[in-house]
C-alpha cells in the first residue's frame, strides 16, 4: 500500500511540475482531472446504493427479518447517500492529499433570507424551462417515452405511515444528502480548477445520467442548473436543499397523496418527478 502511495505523489508531482512549465498540457490535464472526477463521483454514488441495498437484502435473507419495506428503503437511502460523501472526502484526503472543509462542501453558515426566498424561484423556473424542453424534445426525439412514470422504489405505499417513512426518504433525507455529493463535494472540487459554466454542465448532466430516464434525466439536469447557480450566488448548498425539497415535496404529494391530480398534471406539465 505504501509503494503504490508513493508511486501515485510521485505521479501527481510529475504532472504537477509539467503543469507550471508548460500552459497547454496543463489546461488538458484540468480536463482530464474535471472528466474523472465527475465520473468517480457518480461511481462512488452508484456503487454505495448497490453494495448497502446487497447487504441489506443479505441480511433480510439470512435473519428472515420481517421489515416495513418502505422503512428499510429509507435506511437505505440514507446509509448509502452516507457512504457516498465519506467515500468522496476520505480518498481526497488519503491520497490526494485535499482537505474537505465545510465551506468548500457549501455548508458555511446558515441558511439565509436569501437561500429561502432563491428556492421557490429557482424551483418555478427549473419546472417552466424543464416542461419547455421536455415538450422541444418530444417534437425532435419521437423515439423516446417522454412520459415514462419514475420508479422510485417506493411501490408499496399503504398506510399514513408509509406516507411519512417515504416522505422523511425523498422530502428530507435525499436533498440534503445528493445535494452534499453532487452541489456540494462534485461543484465544489470542480470550481477549484474551472469556471461556474464548465462546472454546472459536469455536475448536472451526471446529476441527470444517475436518474436513468430521458425524461427524468432531462428535468432533474436543468433543475441541477438552477441549484449550482443558486450555490454559485449564494456561496452555499443550502438554497438547493430547500429547492430540491420543494420539487420532491410537491412530487410526492401528486404521486402518493393525491396521484389522480398527479396524472392529470403529470400529462399536462411533465413535473410529478423527484430528483
Known sequence: MNKKKTWLDKRLNI?????????TYRKWAIVVWALLLTVWTGVIFY????????????????????????????????????????????????????IVVRDSL?????????????????????TV????????LQAVIRDVDWTQAQDVGFNSIYTSADRIITFIALVVVAPITEELIFR??????????????PAIILVSVLFGVLHGQWNVGVIVCIMSVFMC?????TGTIY?????????NGIAFYLLYVNPIMGAMAGCATLWPFLV
Not at 456540494?184 to 469556471?195: A, D, Q
Not at 438554497?239 to 420539487?247: D, E, K, Q, S, V
Open 15 to 23: 504532472v504537477r511540475e509539467r503543469c507550471k512549465k508548460d500552459r
Open 47 to 98: 456503487m454505495s446504493q448497490l453494495v448497502v441495498a446487497c447487504i441489506a437484502q443479505w441480511l433480510i435473507d439470512v435473519t428472515n427479518w420481517e421489515v416495513n419495506i418502505n422503512a428499510a428503503q429509507t435506511v437505505c437511502v440514507a446509509i448509502s447517500n452516507s457512504v457516498a460523501i465519506v467515500v468522496a472526502v476520505l480518498v481526497s484526503r488519503k491520497i490526494f492529499k485535499v
Open 106 to 126: 457549501g455548508l458555511n453558515g446558515l441558511p439565509t433570507w436569501t437561500d429561502i426566498l432563491l428556492s421557490p424561484i429557482g424551483y418555478i423556473v427549473s
Open 129 to 136: 424551462a424543464g416542461a419547455f424542453v421536455i415538450m422541444v
Open 184 to 197: 456540494g463535494f462534485l461543484y465544489g472540487r470542480l470550481r477549484t480548477k474551472l469556471s461556474a459554466v
Open 229 to 233: 447557480i443558486a450555490r454559485e450566488l
Open 239 to 247: 438554497a438547493g436543499i430547500l429547492m430540491h425539497m420543494i420539487r
